[in-house]
């Protein structure tokens, strides 16, 4: 049974940073698999933030990719979104997910969902 815990999340003030971490069990990394982290803000629909490979490359959202940085530490089964320069548009709930196969930026290409982490910037 594959479970992804997050965590992490908190309130900071505009400028801040946070690293938000996600804990897997029962995920095989492996060709097949890829990691992503989601986030949903508050009356939006949840929108695709980072992915990362098997190998450890990475893509992200256009806009986010001078400040975020997503990162996979297999030996210890997390994958951690490191966040910089946040600002009040980067209050959302952030969502760790899992995907085998298929693994684009679209959400119907992800299995397995944690529950969420809330992250709230303050300015």
């Known amino acids: 049974q594959v479970q992804l815990v997050e965590s992490g999340g908190g309130s900071v003030r505009t400028g801040g940073s946070l690293r938000l971490s996600c804990a897997y069990s029962?995920?095989?990394?492996?060709?097949?698999?890829?990691m992503a982290w989601f986030r949903q803000a508050p009356g939006k629909e949840r929108e695709w933030v980072a992915t990362i490979f098997y190998n450890q490359t990475a893509r992200y959202a256009e806009p986010l990719k001078v400040r975020f940085t997503i990162a996979r530490d297999t030996p210890k089964s997390t994958t951690y979104l490191q966040m910089n320069s946040l600002g009040p548009e980067d209050t959302a709930t952030y969502y760790c997910?899992?995907?085998?196969?298929?693994?684009?930026?679209?959400?119907?290409?992800?299995?397995?969902w944690g529950r969420g982490t809330q992250v709230t910037v303050s300015s």
């Open positions: 997910a899992a995907a085998r196969g298929a693994c684009t930026w679209q959400q119907a290409d992800f299995t397995y």
């Open positions: 029962g995920y095989t990394v492996d060709k097949e698999s890829c």
